[in-house]
């Protein structure tokens, strides 16, 4: 199958990837957070063209992707006040919710879950499309199962060349790590995976918003199935250090003792001048010393950047773990198989 990347699209070009989608083909679409890939959220074959496509495990439930909030009602048992509030204030953006599925939701969508994920994207051209589809778009991450997430729709045709018949292509995403989850209780609200939207922007609509147990100990079972499996591994072992830049060097150093390289470093602008001359160093500069928004941005650009350069190691400098730094260091454990050393 040849795949086509289709950059600047006009309305034709978008009603060509609508009715793609409608008939049961997978399209790669671009979001605030990162590239997806959508198929008709209403049709199981689609869906297990998504799960082919990318070797996902079938349990892992798929996020419907939606235009506005009203798209959601068919899809729901019903829209409780709390998670209308929700809808209100951070619609469309990188929030997802969870919430009781109607019938019209195939089974094939949650895994098997009485749940359904929702979400509806800080992203025109994307919300275009969906409008134009007129049916709710299930798109997981467009990565191979396990892999860094695509951020780039060049990222994408790396992973998906020859499996899928469309890329739309809008350039890089702007968050660069997945939506928030959430399972939304008419009281309460519940983290099942850290993202854009933080526990504190949480509360500001709903007083009580709690970490599932899974997210702060490791040997429980998540409410999120896919927070489970190995993420966003590089190819190349990797380790993580947060602390003072000074202390951050200091354990490059050590870390790097013995390695021959080429070793893929991704450091803030002040932890790079710090470093000095080591030839064995690859660095990519995400942006200024603690800016979690700019690791965030810059974090699965660099591993496949890495990968591309066939580094054997890889050092990366960490945020603390508040605000959005709680998603980039959720990312960074998982894709470090939790090699992260806080100094
Ligand atoms: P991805 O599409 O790769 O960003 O992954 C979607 C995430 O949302 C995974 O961690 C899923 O396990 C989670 N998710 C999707 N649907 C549900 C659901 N019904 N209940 C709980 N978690 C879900
Ligand atoms: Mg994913």
Not at 154 to 175: E, F, K, W
Not at 178 to 201: A, C, F, N, W, Y
Not at 232 to 253: L, Q
């Amino acid at each position: 199958m040849d795949t086509r990347i289709i950059s600047n699209p006009s309305g034709s070009d978008l009603d060509l990837l609508a009715e793609t989608l409608r008939s049961g083909e997978l399209v790669a679409i671009p979001t605030e957070t990162v590239y997806g890939l959508g198929a008709n959220g209403l049709d199981v074959e689609a869906m297990d063209k998504i799960y082919a496509a990318k070797g996902r495990p079938s349990d892992n439930p798929l996020i419907l992707h939606v235009p506005d909030g009203e798209s959601i009602r068919p899809l729901v048992q019903n829209i409780s006040a709390t998670a209308q509030a929700l809808i209100d204030a951070f619609w469309p953006g990188p929030l997802t919710i969870t919430l009781p599925k109607s019938d019209l939701v195939p089974d094939r969508a949650t895994g098997g879950l009485s749940r359904v994920a929702l979400r509806c994207p800080d992203h025109s051209i994307c919300r275009d499309l969906l409008k134009r589809a007129g049916v709710p778009v299930a798109a997981p991450s467009a990565n191979i199962s396990g892999r860094p997430s695509p951020t780039t729709a060049q990222d994408v045709y790396h992973y998906m060349n020859g499996r899928i018949p469309y890329i739309l292509d809008a350039g890089s995403c702007t968050i660069g790590v997945e939506s928030t989850v959430v399972e939304v209780h008419d009281d309460k609200v519940i983290i099942l995976r850290p993202g854009g939207i933080t526990q504190s922007m949480l509360e500001d609509v709903v007083p009580t918003v709690i970490y599932d147990t899974a997210l702060i100990n490791e040997s429980t079972k998540p409410k999120a199935p896919g927070m489970k499996y190995t993420h966003y591994a590089p190819d190349a072992s990797m380790y993580v250090v947060v602390g003072k830049p000074s202390d951050v060097v200091e354990a490059f150093k050590e870390l790097s003792k013995g390695y021959k390289g080429p070793i893929g470093c991704l450091v803030s602008y002040e932890i790079h001048a710090l470093i000095g001359m080591d030839e064995r160093f690859q660095c990519h500069c995400f942006g200024p010393y603690g800016d979690a928004l700019a690791l965030g941005h810059d974090f699965y650009k660099s591993l496949l950047h890495f990968n591309a350069n066939h580094v054997t190691l890889i050092l990366a400098e960490g945020v603390e773990p508040h605000g959005f730094g709680v998603a980039v260091m959720n990312r960074m454990e998982k894709a470090s198989s939790h090699h992260v050393i806080y100094k």
